[in-house]
């Protein structure tokens, strides 16, 4: 038999007040279930924890030295149910997620304000990575939810929201091209690239954009990171094609940021978990703002 906490409080009750109709008042329970409690709760423990006559009602050298390991636990116990119940109303908890580099350098600082403005006591943790990385740590459960690039054809994922990042070239405002108001596919078929990595949910819809219009492109250079390809294209090494919604686009003010006249520059995003996995409900609370601003206004 295991001990329960409606045995634990009748106990410590009794221990305080000195007097079972004390205890079963103080409890809003007959004085037969009272007994029936203790009676059980010494079962469990396999002794006698009051001596009790018609006139008082006194520990037992066992029932002190168990009040105070019994009022601890009480304690804990009763701090575990409010944590859960916090957990499970949404009060409280951890957002777990994976994301493109650009957007945990763009909205998710300011949207992570705004949930902690809500829910005061939300955790997070963030994992930020290109679109095949953040896809495995969901695959695999180490987050819960995923902002990636790309299309998504792998039945592991449930997708929660799909949108679009339009991408841009990055040039000189020396450049010749700069004093153009947009770009076309053909105009940057021309120019030596500077590119994101192969693997790259950006480097994906470069690379198809190029060739399925039959162009076969001088790169210049490819760098892991964003602000390296945006430091190579300052350095004169050639133009970068990225996000929109980067902030590496705008940190050199001798850079110019031009629109591309193609409907092929267009990454698809995605908000994505793991199919059939249920989302913690300060999770639920951030996706639900997240959408709110990926969605067009």
């Known amino acids: 038999m295991d001990l329960n906490l409606r045995d634990i409080r009748a106990f410590i009750a009794v221990a305080q007040t000195g007097s079972f109709t004390r205890a ?40 002190r030295d168990l ?12 701090q575990v149910l409010v944590d859960a119940r916090s957990l499970g109303d949404g009060s409280t908890g951890t957002v777990r997620i994976a994301c493109l580099p650009t957007f ?9 304000q705004e949930v902690k403005a809500v829910v005061p006591r939300a955790g997070f943790h963030v994992r930020d990575a290109v679109a095949g ?7 695999n459960e180490e987050v819960d939810i995923g902002l990636t690039g790309g299309d998504l054809t792998d039945p592991v994922f449930e997708v929660l929201h799909a949108g679009g ?4 070239a990055v040039l000189p405002q020396q450049h010749p091209l700069a004093r153009r108001r947009r770009l076309t596919l053909a105009d940057l078929a021309k120019e030596p690239l500077v590119l994101t990595s192969p693997g790259t949910s950006v480097r994906a819809v470069v690379d198809s954009a190029l060739a399925n219009a039959g162009h076969t492109p001088e790169i210049a250079c490819e760098a892991t990171y964003m602000m390296t390809a945006v430091a190579m294209v300052r350095a004169g090494l050639g133009v970068t094609i990225l996000p929109a919604s980067a902030r590496e686009v705008r940190a050199e003010p001798d850079l110019r940021v031009k629109a591309i006249d193609d409907p092929a520059f267009l ?23 997240l959408i709110e601003r990926l969605s067009p206004t």
């Open 104 to 112: 945990a350098a763009s909205v998710l600082p300011e949207l992570i």
């Open 133 to 139: 990385m953040v896809n495995t740590l969901v695959r």
């Open 267 to 289: 990454r698809p995003i995605a908000l994505i978990k793991k199919r059939g996995r249920t989302l913690p409900p300060v999770a639920d609370t951030f996706v639900s703002m």
């Open 24 to 63: 079963a008042t103080r409890l809003h329970l007959s004085q037969p279930a009272l007994t029936v409690q203790i009676r059980r709760l010494e079962e469990t423990v396999g002794v006698r924890l009051f001596d009790r006559n018609s006139r008082n009602v006194a520990l037992t050298p066992t029932g």
């Open 165 to 168: 990042d339009r991408l841009v």
């Open 67 to 78: 009040l105070p390991l019994l009022q601890k636990s009480l304690l804990d116990m009763e």
